[in-house]
């Protein structure tokens, strides 16, 4: 369950700066793609969108990257698709 829970609200303890110029159309795609169908193996897909529109957040793109689990709720979709 720990990673389930780190999977939803991230290092509450490292905030994240994510920039709005990151939302590209494919970015915003990819995310609520996997945000309604709650298929969430495309992550390292979105790693390599958001690297694309210049993201070079280490924490942003190793959780995307990461083994997950990945759930509907995960911090780094959430933020994506700007859901509080």
Known sequence: MPTVLRDIFGNPFRPITFSPSWR????????????????FSA?????????DAGSDSAEVLDHCRGPGPHVRGCWVVDLVLGKD
Not at 25 to 36: E, K
Not at 43 to 51: E, G, V
């Open 24 to 39: 590209t159309d494919t970015v915003l795609a990819l995310a609520a793609q996997m945000y309604s169908s709650r298929d």
């Open 43 to 51: 992550m390292p897909i979105l790693a390599d969108a958001l690297q």
